[in-house]
């Protein structure tokens, strides 16, 4: 498909009926945001050690906080 071939005003239409609520996760729970977080992070922790790094070098390279 070319840029050419996109058409533009059906885009704009579509673009024009998002909803900022429809973007957010509003509906979701605090606790259930938290957990999924937190499998988030032991999966990360999990990569990096599976990795070799320490968690002195993931800090450096950026990949923890």
């Not at 977080?37 to 999990?46: G, H, K, P, T, V």
């Amino acid at each position: 498909m070319s840029i050419n071939s996109i058409d533009h005003n059906e885009i704009a239409d579509v673009a024009s009926k998002w909803d900022f609520k429809d973007e957010t996760a509003t509906n979701v729970a605090r606790s259930k945001r938290q957990q999924a977080e937190a499998r988030r992070r032991i999966e990360m922790l999990r990569d990096i050690r599976e990795s070799g790094l320490t968690i002195e070098e993931a800090k450096e390279l950026g990949l923890l906080h």
